[in-house]
């Protein structure tokens, strides 16, 4: 399985929780967060940017996000005075080979997620 790591919060926890990304393939989140309490950051982002998403369930990103933190799969490098990572490119890299996964495949990722969701069951 490939692995990723991921450069938004934010970005990444709402691919996870809509499904493009499988959380067991993440293997880190380099955020540009600055929190010691990841409580108070996860509430803040449940408000916004994902309480502003209205195809985001909410509940879902907030437990996403708490187990990130909770398996020790969040590093903030901000709060160690290090650079946040530039996500010009993209939010998501290849663990194995460091390719960026571009903004546009992880979108085509998700038009086809939303495919899929809309077939129906047999």
Request: charged share 30%; proline share 5%; hydrophobic share 35%.
């Amino acid at each position: 399985m490939t692995k990723y790591i991921g450069l938004s919060f934010s970005s990444c926890v709402t691919d996870i929780a809509q499904g493009v990304i499988d959380f067991d393939s993440v293997k880190k989140i380099i955020a540009a967060t600055c929190s010691e309490d990841p409580e108070y950051l996860i509430e803040m982002y449940a408000k916004s940017p994902w309480g502003m998403r209205s195809n985001l369930q909410v509940d879902k990103a907030v437990e996403i996000g708490r187990r990130l933190f909770a398996e020790g799969k969040v590093d903030q490098p901000r709060l160690r005075d290090e650079p946040a990572p530039n996500i010009q490119d993209g939010y998501w890299v290849d663990a194995e080979t460091g390719h960026v996964l571009s903004r546009e495949y992880v979108e085509s990722l998700r038009a086809k997620r939303v495919k899929e969701a809309s077939k129906p069951k047999l």
